[in-house]
């Protein structure tokens, strides 16, 4: 049981230890917005809640989302981690932008004098170790799946949606604590405790903008995307070695799951193929596809002749 509770963990690495981070440097945060009145320091201290809440929902997500298949859902459950994703997207942006837009326009028309700033900045750079250690855990991460895709190819074309949200939101918590330390030391710079009202509203601009991204990215998701195209170039590559395939018509793809692929694929075998050939055929071809593409939960071969095929609107490639 401990092993089976330590390769959870350790599969899910990312979550845990940005839940961790969150966690703790919520806790601060409030403290020391209590103690100092610093409105960035209150809306980061929401910021951190809410990301720590994001964490539970991604972790719930992924636990309902390695539910066997059944006879009401065929397929399994591996896009309802998609829905946890989307909202988790709408959280950032209601929640976490909201208050802290709100929260830095209330401290602008009814500015309040900050206190000694140490016990912010104490706490500010605890922070950034811990938001930096669990930023430097999801670049890792990320990095060993990515390959030699740009990052941001990498993330548009990800199927899993835990690595790059936990990304975007390390990222922007890091940039948050620059903004909320800047506005608290321009505040008393400056005489003006406004400004940390303005802080506050950019941090709110920021989470703003990555909700947009998250919910971008979850939204194609969560309707369906289709499997990378080196795979589906694979799939049609194993098909069409086939000697009794006279063409390959299409081969469409869909993620069930971030690892789990169902491919349909059409094809015109020749006329002189038996039943029975074809049969024995299409087994064989399921076989080396699976070997090929472990990835590929289910498959659906169809035979079809060329001219029957669905056409494909012009100027949208086959495989896709």
Do not use: C
């Not at 000694?116 to 930023?135: H, M, Q």
């Not at 670049?139 to 074309?157: L, M, N, Q």
């Not at 703003?208 to 998701?221: C, D, F, P, Q, Y």
């Amino acid at each position: 049981m401990a092993d089976g509770i330590l390769n959870k963990i350790k599969d899910d690495i990312v979550l845990y230890g940005a839940l961790a981070a969150n966690l703790g440097i919520a806790v601060a945060k409030f403290v020391a917005a209590g103690l100092t009145g610093s409105s960035s320091m209150l809306t980061e201290g929401v910021h951190s809640l809410v990301d720590s809440g994001n964490q539970i929902l991604l972790l719930y997500g992924q636990s309902r989302a390695k539910q066997p298949a059944d006879a009401a859902h065929p397929f399994g459950y591996g896009r309802e981690l998609y829905f946890w994703a989307f909202v988790v997207a709408i959280l950032i942006f209601a929640v976490g932008a909201g208050v802290s837009i709100y929260e830095g326009y209330r401290h602008m028309l009814r500015p309040e004098p900050l206190s000694d700033p140490l016990i912010a900045y104490i706490v500010l750079g605890v922070a950034v170790l811990l938001e930096g250690t669990s930023w430097t855990i999801a670049v890792h991460e990320f990095a060993k799946s990515k390959g030699d895709s740009g990052w941001w190819t990498a993330i548009h074309r990800s199927k899993d949606p835990a690595g790059f949200i936990v990304l975007f939101e390390d990222s922007a918590a890091l940039a948050g604590l620059l903004i909320a330390g800047l506005g608290i030391w321009a505040s008393h710079a400056f005489a003006d405790p406004r400004i940390d009202g303005v802080a506050s509203i950019l941090i709110g601009l920021i989470l703003a903008l990555v909700a947009v991204i998250l919910a971008r990215e979850s939204k194609g998701l969560l309707i369906g995307e289709r499997a990378d195209s080196a795979v589906i170039a694979t799939i049609r590559g194993i098909v069409a070695a086939h000697p009794a395939i006279a063409a390959v018509n299409h081969v469409r793809t869909i993620h069930t799951a971030p690892d789990s692929i169902f491919a349909a694929i059409s094809a015109d075998f020749v006329d002189t193929l038996t039943m029975g050939e074809g049969e024995t055929m299409i087994e064989a071809m399921e076989g080396e596809l699976r070997a090929a593409v472990p990835m590929l939960a289910s498959i659906y071969i169809r035979p079809e002749k060329r001219e029957n095929a669905v056409v494909v609107h012009e100027g949208v490639p086959e495989d896709q």
